[in-house]
C-alpha cells in the first residue's frame, strides 16, 4: 500500500464548513504495509521478494516506482487486478495530523484471483529459493483462507519457515507455522480473551492453549509498555520493554517481524532472536514516521544490551 502525506499550513476556517483549509506545500510518497516490512529486510542486509495484488490504476503506478526506482525492490511478483490499490493519505499541518483519507477495497480476492496469486507466490518459492516466508496481513483481501492453507503446506514441503503478522479477519485460519506474531489487543481479539495486558501469567495461560490448538511452534505477543511474550513446547519467557523516549510507535510491528524473521533464517535460537526483535521494535520508536530499523544502531545496541547480561 501507499503511505501518502500532504504537508501545508493553515490559517483560516473554510467558510463552507468548520473545517481548517490545508495550503499544500509538499506531498510525499512513501511504502506502506508490506512494503515496509520489506524495506526492513534490506535495511537489515537481506533481499525481500514481494508478493501482492495491487490495483489497475494510478496509485499502482506510483507504488511501482517506489518499489523498484526508490527502494530498489524487484516487483516481478506483485500482480495488478481490477482492484482500488491501497493507499492511506493524511493531510499534515505542523506536525499535527489534520485528516487521514484512504483509498482500497477490502473485499476478499476471488478464487479465481486468489489461485492465480498462490501460483505466483508457489513460482516466487521455486524461482527465489527463499530462506522464510512472512505472511503480512492487514485484512485487505489479499491474503484469503485458501492462500494461507496452501501457501502454508508449500512451505512445509520445502522446509521453509512461515512467520505471520495477523490481523482479525483470517486469525484462526493461521496454523502449522514457525511463529505467529500478533500485538496484545490483537491476540485477545482473536481468542476471545479477556485478561489485562499487565497479568502475564494469564497471557502465558492463554498462549500456551492457542499455540497448541494450532500447533504454532512459536507464539510471540507483542505488549508495547510491558515487552514481548515468547511461547513455545519447551519454555516461555517475557522479556521487558526497554526503556525509550517513544516518539512514533507506527512501523513498530514491521521491525519485529522483519527482525525475528531474518534471526530464525540466520538459525539465531529463539530467545535471542526474540530480544533482538525487541530491541530493534523500540529503537523505531524512538523515530518520527513509520522509518525502517537501522542496522548498524541495532548492532551497536545489541552489543550493549547482550554485553550487559
Known amino acids: 500500500?501507499?503511505?501518502?502525506?500532504?504537508?501545508?499550513?493553515?490559517?483560516?476556517?473554510?467558510?463552507?464548513?468548520?473545517?481548517?483549509?490545508?495550503?499544500?506545500?509538499?506531498?510525499?510518497?512513501?511504502?506502506?504495509?508490506?512494503?515496509?516490512?520489506?524495506?526492513?529486510?534490506?535495511?537489515?542486509?537481506?533481499?525481500?521478494i514481494m508478493c501482492s495484488v495491487i490495483g489497475?490504476?494510478?496509485?499502482?503506478?506510483?507504488?511501482?516506482?517506489?518499489?523498484?526506482?526508490?527502494?530498489k525492490i524487484a516487483d516481478k511478483y506483485v500482480i495488478n487486478a481490477e482492484r482500488i490499490t491501497t493507499s492511506k493519505t493524511r493531510m499534515i499541518s505542523n506536525g499535527q495530523q489534520l485528516l487521514r483519507l484512504d483509498s482500497e477495497?477490502?473485499?476478499?480476492?476471488?478464487?479465481?484471483?486468489?489461485?492465480?496469486?498462490i501460483q505466483v507466490i508457489k513460482d516466487a518459492i521455486d524461482n527465489e529459493k527463499p530462506d522464510a516466508i512472512i505472511f503480512e496481513d492487514y485484512d485487505k483481501g489479499v491474503i484469503t483462507p485458501l492462500l494461507i492453507h496452501e501457501i502454508t503446506w508449500y512451505a512445509h514441503e520445502n522446509s521453509i519457515p512461515t512467520t505471520v503478522d495477523p490481523k482479525?479477519?483470517?486469525?484462526?485460519?493461521?496454523?502449522?507455522?514457525?511463529?505467529?506474531?500478533?500485538?496484545?489487543?490483537?491476540f485477545l481479539l482473536g481468542t476471545g480473551g479477556q485478561i489485562a495486558k499487565s497479568d502475564i501469567n494469564q497471557t502465558i495461560k492463554l498462549a500456551k492453549a492457542y499455540r497448541e490448538e494450532?500447533?504454532?511452534?512459536?507464539?510471540?505477543?507483542?505488549?508495547?509498555?510491558?515487552?514481548?511474550?515468547?511461547?513455545?513446547?519447551?519454555?516461555?519467557?517475557?522479556?521487558?520493554?526497554?526503556?525509550?523516549?517513544?516518539?512514533?510507535?507506527?512501523?513498530a510491528g514491521d521491525t519485529v517481524i522483519s527482525t525475528i524473521t531474518?534471526?530464525?533464517?540466520?538459525?539465531?535460537?529463539?530467545?535471542?532472536?526474540?530480544?533482538?526483535?525487541?530491541?530493534?521494535?523500540?529503537?523505531?520508536?524512538?523515530?518520527?514516521g513509520v522509518v525502517p530499523i537501522d542496522k548498524q544502531q541495532l548492532l551497536i545496541e545489541c552489543e550493549q544490551i547482550f554485553g550487559k547480561r
Open 1 to 48: 500500500m501507499i503511505d501518502a502525506y500532504n504537508f501545508g499550513t493553515v490559517d483560516r476556517v473554510s467558510p463552507e464548513a468548520p473545517v481548517p483549509v490545508l495550503n499544500l506545500s509538499e506531498k510525499d510518497y512513501r511504502l506502506g504495509g508490506a512494503g515496509n516490512v520489506a524495506k526492513n529486510i534490506k535495511a537489515l542486509g537481506a533481499t525481500p
Open 56 to 71: 489497475n490504476d494510478e496509485n499502482a503506478i506510483i507504488l511501482r516506482s517506489l518499489l523498484t526506482k526508490k527502494n
Open 105 to 117: 477495497d477490502a473485499t476478499p480476492l476471488t478464487e479465481n484471483l486468489s489461485r492465480k496469486f
Open 168 to 186: 482479525h479477519r483470517n486469525f484462526t485460519d493461521y496454523k502449522d507455522v514457525t511463529l505467529f506474531k500478533p500485538n496484545f489487543k490483537e
Open 214 to 251: 494450532k500447533n504454532i511452534e512459536n507464539l510471540l505477543i507483542t505488549l508495547s509498555e510491558y515487552g514481548v511474550l515468547i511461547v513455545n513446547e519447551k519454555s516461555d519467557f517475557h522479556i521487558p520493554a526497554e526503556k525509550r523516549d517513544i516518539s512514533d510507535v507506527s512501523g
Open 262 to 288: 531474518l534471526c530464525l533464517a540466520s538459525e539465531i535460537p529463539i530467545n535471542i532472536a526474540t530480544q533482538i526483535a525487541n530491541i530493534a521494535g523500540g529503537l523505531v520508536c524512538e523515530k518520527i
